[in-house]
């Protein structure tokens, strides 16, 4: 089942930086927490994933809080083409990826 | 280097036939998953195969539905009778080794039942 909370909305002025929160209270020690967006009806894109320490990639950051309980997806500067669906997912050791309904981010000119 | 490819992208079938549908997985991937995703809602996990090997069939339909991996080819997801709940957008992602990994999707099926 989904392990996540997010918001189910919010906007970002373009240029601005896009904080999108997820909670994952239950998250086991050995779980990743992965973050994907879906582009209108597009398959979903791989923007990043992490453990323990925060990480940061061409596209994106992610901040995991010390224990583990949320993180938060940082787009350092949103475009109008980042207004999508984005997903927070816990992946559960030895099963599958759940996606839930995510945060649906609309970025505003 | 080509992404994960689906066919057919739209599909229209009739209550009562078959539907089948179809993901190569990235070159060297040899890890797929099926999802589906139902108007307005999020995606379902469906099924995760490996080839020739069923790793886990949880969030498969118990009827009707079934999935396939085969050594040669790409992987099938294959609906018998229809019906119009089934439709739906059905992705299928791909990943180099196991769980724990990102998955690279497809750009989806589109099942419609009439």
């Known amino acids: 089942d989904v392990k996540t909370t997010q918001p189910p909305s919010m906007d970002c002025a373009e240029g601005r930086a896009a904080n999108l929160p997820c909670n994952h209270s239950?998250?086991?020690?050995?779980?990743?927490v992965y973050w994907y967006r879906q582009i209108h009806s597009q398959g979903p894109q791989y923007i990043i994933h992490g453990l323990k320490n925060n990480e940061t990639n061409e596209m994106a950051s992610l901040i995991i809080t010390e224990d583990r309980k949320s993180s938060t997806l940082i787009l350092p500067h949103a475009t109008l083409r980042d207004t999508a669906v984005y997903y927070c997912?816990?992946?559960?050791?030895?099963?599958?990826?759940?996606f839930g309904t995510g945060t649906s981010l609309t970025v505003i000119p | 280097n080509a992404g994960v490819m689906q066919n057919p992208r739209h599909l229209v079938r009739r209550r009562g036939q078959e539907a089948r549908l179809r993901c190569s997985p990235m070159?060297?991937?040899?890890?797929v998953y099926w999802y589906r995703q139902l108007p307005e809602e999020g995606l379902k996990f469906m099924v995760y195969?490996?080839?020739?090997?069923?790793?886990?069939e949880s969030g498969m339909p118990k009827e009707r539905f079934s999935a396939e991996f085969p050594k040669e080819g790409p992987s099938i997801l294959r609906i018998q009778q229809v019906v119009r709940g089934d439709s739906a957008a059905y992705f299928c992602?791909?990943?180099?080794?196991?769980?724990?990994?990102?998955?690279?999707f497809g750009p989806g099926t589109r099942l419609t039942v009439t």
């Open positions: 997912i816990v992946s559960p050791t030895g099963n599958q990826f759940y």
């Open positions: 195969l490996q080839k020739e090997n069923i790793i886990d």
């Open positions: 070159k060297g991937h040899s890890h």
């Open positions: 239950t998250i086991s020690g050995n779980e990743y």
């Open positions: 992602a791909s990943s180099p080794l196991g769980l724990d990994y990102e998955q690279y």
